[in-house]
């Protein structure tokens, strides 16, 4: 069954605002249905599918993992336990394939982003503060990929090996560059420290946003953390390549 | 005795399959003598990621030592991943490719 949002689901789930959505369906852009006894704009999920393979997918989930309420993404970048998303990689795996990319390269990048997808489902088990599951979205002709959780973030579960860390900042630092030694309870592993080794040493590059605190790496040695000032709950990854 | 690790699939990213893997794999372990040595195919494989080796081999290593023998290891998700395990383990792991 195709399921109707309203305009102010479809806005959300596109990360625009419902003015926008009313711009785009009277000029056209993005039109609406609307049911007759209401007169309400509706938008058939399908339909709001379709029309976001067109927009920034980093900016949709941005918006989502900004978001106070939670809710969940659309279906077709949503995967709501580690299967779905085990699934997904496996379909990229062939669509690299079709897409030409080497073996050696498609073998690395599907390496990281198992890392950081993986990362979200291990570390919020049981534990997620409201949506579980992550946003996991690519576009292999803009050479983009995307993935995003509504998880604790890693200053939270960080502190369960490191109970000092007291900010994002810090916490980011940690976890893309010490080696946190010794089997902990929590099983946090080292496998941020594996993406950046992976990214600095290729022509990728990778956005990592946790909290407030973000980090752009690519093939240089530098290590800066900056600070957003649009906090996110969770984390936000941007692969370019 | 030989392992195939293909059987556990293709691409081998998440901590919790790992985890899953050798616990679907510890039967088979009783059935190795002390002196023989384990053999593990990396053969097929198309991404491998620290999280999943961290939990399959590296316990088969704590266990084995150099009689875990880890073969076809040309893989450069592969290489990348046994390198930087070895790197914060601080060992090496026994390897025929």
Known sequence: MNKLLTIGEAANSLGYSIDTLRRWDKSGRFSAVRQTKTGYRHYPVSAIETFSKNLDKFRIAKHWAKSKRGF?????????????????????????????????FSSLL?????EIGNNSFDHNLGNWPDIAGIFFSYDLDKKKIVLADRGQGILKTLRKVRPGLNDNKKALRVAFTEIISGRSPEHRGNGLKFVKKIITNSKMKLFFQTGDAKIHLKNKPEFKVDIDKNPIIGCLAKIEF | MKLNLKKFGTILTSRQLGKEALLAFQPNLREISDKEELEVDFKGIIS???????????PLFIKYKNRLILKNTNNLSVKETLSFLEKIGGFEFNKNS
Do not use: K
């Open chain 1, 72 to 104: 969940e993404p659309l279906p077709c970048y949503f995967c709501s336990d580690s299967f779905v998303f085990q699934s997904r990689l496996l379909r990229l795996e062939r669509d690299l394939m079709e897409h030409e990319e080497t073996f050696d």
């Open chain 1, 110 to 114: 599907l390496a990281i982003i198992g």
């Open chain 2, 48 to 58: 491998l990621s620290p999280s999943w080796a961290d939990e399959f081999l590296r």
